[in-house]
Nanobody, 127 residues
Framework: QVQLVESGGGLVQAGGSLRLSCAASGRTYSIIGMAWFRQAPGKEREFVAAINWSGGNTGYADSVKGRFTISRDNAKSTVYLQMNSLKAEDTANYYC????????????????????WGQGTQVTVSS
């Protein structure tokens, strides 16, 4: 089993920055990719960014391209989400997810492609 623990959320003004972290523990060797999703009140969970664990290939939702950067530290089994130029519409609970199987980039934007989930960390952007 794998456990994912997010941290780094908080309250920030529009235009500011935050860095989220997700630490994986347990059978981390089973993880081949990780991603960040977010869910705002009354809305469905949506894909934010993903990274391949070995090659470091990344993908982003159009809404965050150029503002967010996903990265990983294999030695620490940790994935990060650097969020810059934050907007009020970025306010949501952010979840870290891990996948055990290879999928296409398009499929990896679906929450169904992920087997492990963290408990979430709240990000609130004030305008």
């Amino acid at each position: 089993q794998v456990q994912l623990v997010e941290s780094g959320g908080g309250l920030v003004q529009a235009g500011g920055s935050l860095r989220l972290s997700c630490a994986a523990s347990g059978r981390t060797y089973s993880i081949i990719g990780m991603a960040w999703f977010r869910q705002a009140p009354g809305k469905e969970r949506e894909f934010v960014a993903a990274i391949n664990w070995s090659g470091g290939n990344t993908g982003y939702a159009d809404s965050v391209k150029g503002r967010f950067t996903i990265s990983r530290d294999n030695a620490k089994s940790t994935v990060y989400l650097q969020m810059n130029s934050l907007k009020a519409e970025d306010t949501a609970n952010y979840y870290c997810a891990g996948q055990r199987r290879y999928y296409s980039a398009a499929t990896s934007e679906s929450s169904n492609a992920y087997d492990y989930w963290g408990q979430g960390t709240q990000v609130t952007v004030s305008s």
